[in-house]
């Protein structure tokens, strides 16, 4: 049956009952996968004959943190937790599929952050500290999901 979708943009999943379009590196992959006999010089094909290969996402494992950090004092506290959230996030989001968070690694790269005097990792809700945190399987992703920030300084 025809479908018409607009307003797509790279990277987009159209879900409707039992079939996926997908767009951007998705997309890319399998044509480079499956070949193009119209343009075998820059999509050659890769599969073996009479095999089928799907490419899909790697599935996200979200990943929530409290982090308790102690600032030095006359820090602005307001763009501290600004300029941190945005860090915190970024760190987790570019670990690879497969890549666990260690959090003495977390913990280094957030301490690069000058105005830092102490960061603690704790387990999203509590007062424990946090252990490392591993993807389901080697396929997942870890992503930032909730990254709550307080803040104290040291007087």
């Keep these: 049956f025809p479908v018409t979708i607009t307003?797509?943009?790279d990277g987009d999943i159209v879900t409707t009952n039992t079939y996926s379009i997908y767009e951007g590196l998705i997309s890319e992959l399998q044509d480079?996968?499956?070949g193009d006999v119209k343009d075998p010089l820059n999509y050659p094909g890769y599969r073996a004959a009479g095999t089928r290969i799907r490419v899909l996402p790697a599935p996200i494992t979200n990943v929530s943190v409290?982090?308790?950090?102690?600032?030095?004092t006359g820090t602005d506290l307001v763009q501290l937790q600004s300029d941190l959230s945005t860090l915190a996030t970024s760190f987790i989001n570019s670990l690879d599929a497969g890549q666990p968070l260690f959090i003495a690694q977390y913990i280094d790269a957030l301490m690069t952050d000058s105005r830092l005097e102490n960061v603690k990792i704790?387990?999203?809700g509590t007062n424990?500290?946090?252990p490392?945190?591993?993807p389901v399987t080697d396929r997942h992703i870890l992503k930032a999901q909730t990254?709550?920030?307080y803040v104290s300084v040291r007087r």
């Design 132 to 134: 490392d945190i591993y």
């Design 122 to 124: 704790l387990s999203a």
């Design 147 to 149: 990254i709550n920030i």
């Design 66 to 72: 409290d982090l308790q950090i102690t600032a030095y």
């Design 128 to 130: 424990n500290l946090s």
């Design 32 to 34: 480079q996968i499956e």
């Design 7 to 9: 307003d797509l943009t």
